[in-house]
């Protein structure tokens, strides 16, 4: 996993863990990116300084970097997924048509999960639609 510090296009900073380079680039392609703060899918890689470490460190660095500091930030994903979930509901594939609805004032404002199709959730978020992806989480799928 690979943590990047991100900024879009209203200069606010916020941080993201990505599989790879690749994995980032393509989320942005598709509109799965948007800012926290204002939503705005125009988000760009912040210039972060390289770590540079020798042999003897790295070593150091990888026996002091234990699986536990992983577990306890893997717990509060968790946790945070759990709270969203537990306190939206979920529409499935209607997602975008419910979001829509709530947006239009057309159904009762209330927070939603579901499925949308990434032209889909590109769709919402140029109408000004504020979404966000929840991440799947490695246990998840398994």
Known sequence: MIRYELICDSGHDFEAWFSGSADFDSQRQRGFLACPTCGSVHVSKKLMAPSVTTGRQKEAMQALATDEAQKQAMAKMREAVAAIRANTEDVGTRFPEEARKIHYG????????????????????????????????PDDTN
Do not use: T
């Open 106 to 137: 057309e159904a009762e404002q209330r927070g939603i999960i579901g499925e949308a199709k990434p032209d889909e959730a590109l769709a919402l978020l140029e109408e000004g639609i504020e979404i966000a992806a929840l991440p799947v989480l």
